[in-house]
């Protein structure tokens, strides 16, 4: 079974980078489909990027599409986020997710999630 911990968070202004990573353990990293989900106040999570197994395709919510680049390195066991021109709309608690049959998308996540990391974003 994998465990997910994410980290890379913080406080930054508008405009700024920020890259998250998420390190896995428990497994062969490369067996699973993986994916971005946020979660702001008072919202439902929401999906973010995904890649597949072996990073072949990815995907975005348009919102965050030309922003955002989303990465793994299956020798490391490890996926990022790499989140350029951010906006305050953009805060929120991000989540690694993970599942071996089920690509991470905006209809359906995976079964394994991390703990999350939280983005600030201030204007």
């Known amino acids: 079974q994998v465990h997910l911990v994410e980290s890379g968070g913080g406080l930054v202004q508008a405009g700024e980078s920020l890259r998250l990573s998420c390190l896995s353990s428990g497994g062969d990293f490369s067996v699973y489909a993986l994916g971005w989900f946020r979660q702001a106040p008072g919202k439902e999570r929401e999906f973010v990027a995904s890649?597949?197994?072996?990073?072949?395709?990815?995907d975005y919510t348009p919102t965050v599409k030309g922003r955002f680049t989303i990465s793994r390195d299956n020798a490391m066991n490890s996926l990022y986020l790499q989140m350029n021109d951010l906006k305050p709309e953009d805060t929120a608690v991000y989540y690694c997710?993970?599942?071996?049959?089920?690509?991470?998308?905006?209809?359906?996540?995976?079964?394994?999630w991390g703990q999350g990391t939280q983005v600030t974003v201030s204007s």
């Open positions: 890649i597949t197994w072996a990073a072949t395709e990815t």
């Open positions: 997710n993970a599942d071996p049959f089920t690509l991470p998308s905006a209809r359906k996540s995976g079964g394994y």
